[in-house]
């Protein structure tokens, strides 16, 4: 079974601070995808990231970091100087070789950056 | 690039009545479309999806059906709604097949009453 996990429901940090928000997956596919994505309060998922399992590269996209580390089956996000605008809802999702295209979502992670 | 809409965008039902979503895509074709529900606070939940025309793959049984009638076209229907089907529904297009890499239309708002 494939299995998403992001641990952390809420955080809350001050502007300027930075904040990496965690998340773990399960699967037994070789071949898989690993995503990550925005939801603000409006309610659209905003595409951020896709990264394939034979490429563990890390990747940095302005103030966004992205580490996955295979041995721990992680796919953290880090967000360097947060700003308000960073307030929403991420979610980290995964798709397998399994499962043709199909999303397999965490709960999600509820990110408050106050000025 | 793809264009995703989604109306009507807020609804607000009755117990019982039918529903129909629907879902439209521009600058593409033959896509996989998608249907996730949100329900409040929670996370997405596949319930549909379509490889073509005439070609919906249920994943949850419900009492919610999908259709593809045209390439570019999904609709979420229901003859009777329940109060569990309350919650944020949103379309999906994926590129790349096989890749996931969904993008998102802007959802529609559910309420059942």
């Known amino acids: 079974a494939q299995k998403v996990t992001q641990a952390q429901t809420e955080i809350s940090v001050v502007e300027k601070e930075d904040v990496t928000l965690d998340c773990v997956y399960e699967?037994?596919?070789?071949?898989?995808?690993l995503f990550w994505y925005k939801q603000p309060p409006s309610g659209e998922l905003v595409f951020l990231i896709r990264r394939n399992s034979f490429d563990e590269q890390n990747e940095i996209s302005g103030r966004y970091s992205w580490n996955f580390q295979k041995s721990t089956s992680s796919f953290n996000f880090t967000i360097t100087a947060s700003q308000v605008v960073d307030s929403a809802v991420y979610f980290c999702?995964?798709?397998?070789?399994?499962?043709?295209?199909?999303?397999?979502f965490g709960q999600g992670t509820t990110l408050q950056v106050k000025p | 690039s793809q264009t995703i809409h989604q109306w009507p965008a807020t609804l607000v039902q009755p117990v019982g009545s039918p529903l129909s979503l629907e879902c439209t895509v521009e600058?593409?074709?033959?896509?996989?479309l998608y249907w996730y529900r949100q329900a409040a606070g929670r996370g997405l939940q596949l319930l549909f999806y379509s490889v073509g025309i005439g070609q919906i793959s249920s994943e949850v049984p419900q009492n919610l059906s999908a259709s593809r009638p045209q390439d570019r076209q999904f609709i979420l229907s229901s003859k009777k709604l329940l109060l569990s089907d309350s919650g944020f529904y949103l379309c999906?297009?994926?590129?790349?097949?096989?890749?996931?890499?969904?993008?998102f239309g802007p959802g529609t708002r559910l309420t059942v009453l």
């Open positions: 999906a297009l994926e590129r790349d097949r096989g890749r996931g890499a969904q993008y």
């Open positions: 600058g593409t074709s033959n896509p996989n």
């Open positions: 699967t037994r596919d070789t071949t898989y995808y």
């Open positions: 999702a995964l798709s397998g070789s399994s499962n043709t295209g199909k999303l397999i």
